[in-house]
């Protein structure tokens, strides 16, 4: 990295051997130019004392990091117990989230097949159908309301589908012979 930095100070040097002084002024200054506001933009005492508790806030938290984090986290920090606790707690907690997603997703695959080898009861079949009745009338008001295309003809291929599934219900086909 010092050779790299080395190289390009010499290229710049040798690039303005005439104009040595301000090509050096250029690479130590760490700061970059500031550029003077006109004397009529000249700051409030309110926007003085604003900017200046910003400045303080953006201080405490600087000064707050570097107290918790100034020499990173190692096994002795006082965080480091705390955060690796935390890290297992998300883990074993993600991964007991998975096993019930896929213990419902099992549950669900029992029922498609329990429903696909036992038909449904009649009081089943209308507790469905007045369950998919307020749905159609959910769609129908997103519907009349959207004012997005997109949106709107998504509703209505809902709905559309809402009126099968019901109408299926309702008058189920009949039993093959």
Request: some cysteine; proline content about 5%.
């Amino acid at each position: 990295m010092l050779r790299i930095l080395s190289r390009r100070v010499f290229v710049v040097r040798s690039q303005c051997e005439s104009y040595r002084r301000p090509c050096f002024r250029y690479l130590s200054s760490g700061e970059k130019p500031t550029v003077k506001k006109p004397a009529e933009e000249k700051l409030t005492r309110e926007e003085v004392e604003a900017i200046a508790e910003r400045a303080r806030n953006d201080q405490r938290i600087w000064d707050t990091e570097r107290k918790l984090f100034g020499g990173g986290i190692h096994w002795g920090h006082p965080l480091f117990f705390l955060l690796v606790g935390g890290v297992t707690l998300l883990h074993f907690a993600n991964g007991y989230r998975d096993e019930k997603l896929e213990q419902s997703e099992k549950h669900l695959e029992r029922l498609k097949q329990r429903k696909l080898t036992k038909p449904l009861t009649r009081m089943e079949v209308d507790s469905l159908i007045s369950h998919k009745k307020r749905q159609l009338q959910l769609w129908r008001s997103k519907v009349a309301n959207t004012n997005d295309l997109t949106e709107s003809e998504e509703a209505r291929a809902r709905v559309v589908k809402l009126q099968a599934e019901i109408t299926e219900l309702e008058f189920p086909p009949a039993p093959p012979t």
